[in-house]
């Protein structure tokens, strides 16, 4: 039995080391730039037009669907997204082994909560790509009613709306400190070129931290409210900064945030060590 699990992890640490997953991880780093691109060209719209799409990943998706050859770009999206998501899983379970036992607990915390959200998104892009697709606010709202209504229900989102505003500071964090450095390999970039992936990570991680927060912000009072419809997402969040005094110039700052975000995912596809 021993040698059965051994030799299935040797199987599958082998799969998630080959060069097809990582070209296919690559493509997906791409595609990942391309949702937060379209959530920030969605979220200018919203700040100067009013747009009526979901400035969210929803929307983004929904609106490649729409697009000449869409249900292809959206299967192509949810592979490379599927095989981030094995990467990200693997590392979760087997990276990071030169490092201490603490950091290397917190960076396989840290690589299995992205593999469940690269998850999410391959599978909300394969159903866009079926036509099956739901509003990210929808389905947060849906949850956050059953969950309410579950014993421990407020707590429960309570915390949830604690860990989002928690990510949104971490991320607003690590544009300040530049961490998001560590990720990628600048030993081949030119200084300019690594001071513009500098500057975009800055903004990109500055722009969707803000976001995040809000939207743990809603979920929370969500909580507070017992109102279900409070939980509105990063759509909801987006139209919340955009009601603010300054909320046009605020929210396109976010929005410039995400694009910059999208244009750091494409320098990581080509600098990011796997």
Known sequence: MANTARDAGDTARKAADSKWLEVLARVGLVAY????LLVGWIALQVAWGGSGDSADQSGALQNLAEQPYGPALLWLIALGLAALTI???????????GRDAKKRVRRRVTAGA???VYLLLAISAARFAMGSGQSSSQSQQSTTSGVLGLPLGRALVVAAALIVVAVGVGHVRKAFTKK???EIDTSAMTPAARKTITRLGQAGYAGKGAALAVVGLLLGYAAVTFDAEKASGLDGAMRTIAAQPFGRFLLTAVALGFVAFGLFAFAQSRYRPM
């Open 33 to 36: 730039g391309v949702v937060h």
């Open 87 to 97: 990467w990200q899983a693997s590392e979760a379970t087997w990276g990071f082994q």
């Open 114 to 116: 992205k593999a469940v």
């Open 180 to 182: 998001f450095l560590k």
